[in-house]
Structures are given as C-alpha cells and as structure tokens.
C-alpha cells in the first residue's frame, strides 16, 4: 500500500519570506499524481498544485512549486513571497494514475505565517 | 457557481442513534466520496461510488453505510455501531477517473461537517 509521509507537524514563516514543506511517499508504482491541498480555518480542502510523475519538470502555481525528487520519493512544497492568507494546514496526497479512488493524504503541516 | 455543498455544519448524536450527513454536487462528477478527519491525521476513506446505484468500502467502512441513488447525491450514515464517531467530514467528487483522457482530475471537496457525541 502506499504511504504518504508529512514529517513536520508545524511549521512557521515570516510575511514575505519563503517556506518549504517537506512531503515524501512510498510507492511501487511508476505512475502517478501528486497533490498539495490547502485547508485554511473554514475547513474546505482547496487544490494547491499537482504534479504527474511523468513529468520531470516541477509544476509551479504562482507563488506555489514544488521539488519533486521522483528517485527519492519526495514532493515537497516551496510557498514564496508567504502571505498572512497562506496559513492553513498543507495535505501532501498521492494517488495512483489510473485509480482516482485510491487517494493516500499525509498527516498534514500546520502553518503559521507571523507579520 | 459549481460546488460541493454538505450539510449540516455542525451535528450532534446521541448514544445508539443513526445520524445521515448529506453530500450535493453540481459538478456533473461520476465519483463521489466520504473520508474521515481526525486530529493529527491525514484524511481516511470510508466509502466512495463510481457511478449510480453501486459504491465500494473505503479503508475504514465499519460502522458506516451509504448510498447512491442519484448521480448528485451521495449521503453518509453513521450507525451507532460506529463507537468513535466524533471527527470531521469531508465530501469529494471528481471526474470518474478511469478514463484515459480524464484521468489526471483533482478530487473537489466540500466544507465539511463535523459530528460530536452528545
């Protein structure tokens, strides 16, 4: 079964600074997506990015990317330019290519962004 | 606007009583799920329906049940044979994913509902 792993529990940033949230899974599987959600005090799970194994380029939204190391398993997640908006808890997910019912989440990531 | 919409927000149960929380989209989405949230934890599935009138036990079905018999529908019962039932959740959808052209869609979620024992 695959597993998702978020190490950080918290994590903490200054306005305007930049965060990297760290995100590794395990996986016999060589396709596959990988998502980063986002959910802020209001509880509602929001689609950060989402990266296709396939692809060697790592995707970017914005002020969201990621470092996706497909050889050491790890998709972390770098917030630039943090804003007071940014705090929420960050959900690392993985799920097979073709099997959209089997989405793995990690533990999550609570961050705190300080003005 | 598109959508998940879950109701109640909030939702209180007695010992031994069933409560159903209900999951409505207007997304068009052939799948449908259920997961759990607890502290700590990322989110666990408990049932998830591909298509109309058929659903399949997620990871952690026991004490659950659910039906769908409306494409937009997907209702949760949680039974009192579920003995830890305090935790929030969480509704998805997404395109059905099996489909070779579709199959790199997100699952959307709703706000949630969290249940507390009374």
């Known amino acids: 079964a695959q597993t998702v792993t978020q190490s950080q529990p918290e994590m903490s940033v200054q306005e305007a600074e930049t965060v990297t949230l760290s995100c590794t899974y395990d996986t016999s599987e060589s396709d596959y997506y990988l998502f980063w959600y986002k959910q802020p005090p209001s509880r509602q799970m929001i689609l950060v990015i989402r990266q296709e194994a396939y692809k060697q380029q790592n995707a970017t939204e914005n002020r969201f990317s990621v470092n996706f190391q497909k050889a050491a398993k790890s998709f972390s997640l770098k917030i630039s330019d943090s804003q007071l908006g940014d705090a929420a808890m960050y959900f690392c997910?993985?799920?097979?290519?073709?099997?959209?019912?089997?989405?793995?989440f990690g533990a999550g990531t609570r961050l705190t962004v300080k003005p | 606007d598109g959508g998940i919409t879950q109701s109640p927000k909030y939702l209180f149960r007695k010992e031994g009583q069933n409560v159903t929380l209900s999951c409505e989209q207007n997304l068009n989405h052939d799948a449908m799920y259920w997961y759990r949230q607890d502290p700590g934890q990322g989110l666990r599935l408990i049932y998830y329906?591909?298509?109309?009138?058929?659903?399949q036990k997620g990871d952690i079905a026991e004490g659950y049940s659910v039906s769908r018999e409306k494409k937009e529908s997907f209702p949760l019962t949680v039974t009192s044979a579920q003995k830890n039932p305090t935790a929030f959740y969480l509704c998805a959808s997404s395109i059905d994913g099996r489909s070779a052209r579709r199959h790199n869609q997100p699952q959307h979620f709703g706000d949630g509902t969290r249940l507390s024992i009374l």
């Open positions: 997910a993985y799920r097979h290519k073709y099997n959209n019912n089997d989405m793995r």
């Open positions: 329906s591909q298509i109309v009138n058929d659903f």
